[in-house]
Every structure is written in structure tokens, then in C-alpha cells.
């Protein structure tokens, strides 16, 4: 286990002697180094928290690839998240909104944090429509589907499997929901909303249309006899999919620090054992272990998806994000163990129909 999450120690150690060289440098004080570490710590355990979910969901996609395009995603993924969510994402929203160029968006941000965090924080509309949308249709994709066999919640899945023979209407349902959502906020919040949901909408199609277009073309190649290293789709999705889970946690991490430079490496930690953990479930067969797991993981997502688009009209407390994703995953695990333990003949059940 320690082997497993070497790389992500020697990260954390790595990010915490630049935060405690970042506390010192900017206060000359002791109290203002353990003030920064102190908070960095806590945003790793916050982005852990609220991503467990997404690592399940990642290992799904992973155990398509190559092992090769699994540590791409360790370390060229590492750097998307980094450096585009963490970074890149929030200077680009300041930069939009109070029109400055990159370089005056990266000078509000250390001499102003607080006008910097204000900026950030009033386009969470446009974020909680987009990112909102896109993980709900994520989540919707994977219980509307027609040859899904395997059902945790039966009463639900089956039903709702049942509709995945309509074609888009996991789309037509969501785009009600925007619709509906949209018209509780005023007229001009509710047009952003609007807009940044049917983006998200586009973009997750998009995502997709690409992974299919790339699996198809190695099909071909395969068929010719080429020897060939499957992955760049999965990777593109798992990318998407992770800014989509990283829009809550930049905006959350704002409740702890405005300070560009600690949110970025507090979340970095977090990001590098999210990630690490990932691996760890397709390396060990974890989701072929646990029958439901992979079922709660969706079923967080949806949840995630559906605070996320609620916020844009309500505040919804961190603690109750993490919350109902950690007891999804967790219900699904007992309920995974507990089928193991009434079927020992099959290891993961897929020839034995669920209750």
C-alpha cells in the first residue's frame, strides 16, 4: 500500500515545503507558516473528500487502457488539473469578468484576493450550469441504458434502464430541468444559466463523439493488423470529467483561503491521491470485487450534478456534498459485501441476476 501512494507522498512533501515557504516569505512569522500548511492540508482532505466518487468512476473508464495511458494520466492529467483548474480556470474567469489581460489577472490575484475571490466567486452561475449539467448527464448516461443487466437499487435502475430504449432522453429530461431551474432566477442569471447548461450539455456530447470517433479508427487499425495503444478517448473523457468534479472544489476552497497560490496546492495534494487511489481500484479489481460500487459512485455523481445546479439558485452547505456522495459509496460497498457473502460461487457477479 505504501508503494502504491509513494509518488503522492513525496508530492505532498514536495507541496508542503513550498507552502511552508510561501507562509514564511509572506508573513516572517511562525504562526503565518503553520496558518498557511494548516490550511493546505485541510483543502487536500476537502478535494479527497469530495473526489472519491469521481475515482471510482475514473477506474472504470481506466481499466480500458493500457498502462501506459494510465500513468499519462497520473502525470500529464496531473498537470490539466493543476494548471487548468487550479490555476489557469479561475484567472481566466477574472480575466473575462474584469477584463485584464493574463498577467493583470495573476497581479489581482496575490495584491487583491479578496476583489479576486469576489470576481471568481460571482460567475458561479455559469459555472454550476455547466459543470452541473455535464456531471448529471454523466450520471444519467450510465442508468439509462437499455442492456444494463446489473442493478443496485432495482426498483429505480430497472425503471429507469427500461427508458434508456428512448434515444437522448436522459438529454430531453435534463434539458426540462435546466428550463425549470432557470426560470426561479432573475432574467439575466437565468440566461446565463441556461446558456452554461447547454454548453455543458455540448461539451459532454462532444467528449463522447470524440472517445467513439478515436475507438473507432483503432478498430480500423486493429482490423489492418497495426499494433495499437488504446487510450487518447478514455484519456480525453477523464480529463473532462475531472474539471467537471474540480468546478465545486475551487469555488469551496474559497471558503478557506483566497490565496491562489495555498488553494492551488491544497487541491494539487488532493488531486495526486485521488488519482493514485484510482489506480489502486483497477490494479487490485476492486469494482469487479464490489458488485455496486461502481452503481453508488454514478449515483454520487447525479447527487454532485444536481447540488451543483441547485446552488446556482440555493447555498448548499460543503459538508452536505460530501455527505451524500460518502454514503452512497458507502451503502453501495455494504451492499456489494453483503452480495459476496450470499454468493461466494461468483466473484463478480455477473452471471447471477440482482435482487
Not at 478557506?256 to 488519482?275: E, T
Not at 484510482?278 to 454520487?300: D, I, K, N, P
Amino acid at each position: 500500500m505504501f508503494a502504491h501512494f509513494r509518488g503522492s507522498i513525496i508530492f505532498t512533501a514536495v507541496c508542503l515545503a513550498l507552502a511552508a515557504w510561501y507562509g514564511w516569505s509572506e508573513t516572517h512569522a511562525l504562526s503565518g507558516l503553520l496558518r498557511v500548511l494548516w490550511t493546505v492540508l485541510v483543502l487536500s482532505v476537502l478535494e479527497v473528500s469530495l473526489s472519491f466518487d469521481n475515482a471510482v468512476v475514473n477506474a472504470t473508464v481506466l481499466q480500458t487502457m493500457d498502462e501506459v495511458w494510465r500513468k499519462r494520466f497520473l502525470t500529464w492529467g496531473m498537470i490539466f488539473a493543476v494548471y487548468g483548474m487550479y490555476i489557469a480556470f479561475p484567472l481566466a474567469i477574472v480575466a473575462v469578468a474584469a477584463g485584464l489581460n493574463p498577467v493583470e489577472a495573476v497581479r489581482l490575484s496575490l495584491s487583491d484576493p479578496e476583489r479576486y475571490e469576489a470576481i471568481v466567486s460571482s460567475a458561479h452561475v455559469g459555472i454550476a450550469g455547466f459543470g452541473g449539467a455535464f456531471l448529471t448527464l454523466v450520471g444519467l448516461k450510465f442508468f439509462f441504458d437499455s442492456d444494463k443487466e446489473v442493478h443496485w437499487i432495482g426498483l429505480i435502475e430497472k425503471r429507469i434502464a427500461g427508458l434508456g430504449a428512448l434515444p437522448a432522453i436522459e438529454v430531453g429530461l435534463l434539458l426540462l430541468a435546466l428550463w425549470g431551474l432557470s426560470a426561479t432566477l432573475p432574467l439575466t442569471e437565468g440566461h446565463t444559466f441556461l446558456i452554461a447548461g447547454i454548453l455543458g450539455i455540448i461539451a459532454f456530447i462532444a467528449v463522447e463523439a470524440v472517445g467513439k470517433a478515436l475507438e473507432l479508427r483503432e478498430e480500423q487499425q486493429r482490423a489492418l493488423g497495426a499494433a495499437v495503444r488504446s487510450g487518447l478517448g478514455a484519456f480525453i473523457y477523464l480529463n473532462v470529467l475531472d474539471a467537471s468534479f474540480s468546478f465545486d472544489a475551487v469555488i469551496g476552497a474559497f471558503a478557506l483561503s483566497n490565496n491562489m497560490i495555498v488553494i492551488a496546492l491544497g487541491l494539487s495534494i488532493g488531486a495526486m491521491f485521488v488519482r493514485s487511489l484510482t489506480l489502486l481500484l483497477v490494479r487490485r479489481g476492486t469494482l469487479a470485487q464490489y458488485r455496486y460500487l461502481e452503481h453508488g459512485a454514478f449515483w454520487a455523481i447525479i447527487a454532485l450534478g444536481v447540488i451543483m445546479l441547485v446552488s446556482a439558485r440555493y447555498t448548499v452547505p460543503e459538508s452536505i456534498t460530501g455527505l451524500i456522495g460518502a454514503v452512497m459509496i458507502a451503502g453501495s460497498l455494504l451492499w456489494s459485501v453483503r452480495w459476496r457473502r450470499r454468493h461466494p460461487e461468483s466473484v463478480s457477479g455477473d452471471e447471477v441476476p440482482a435482487a
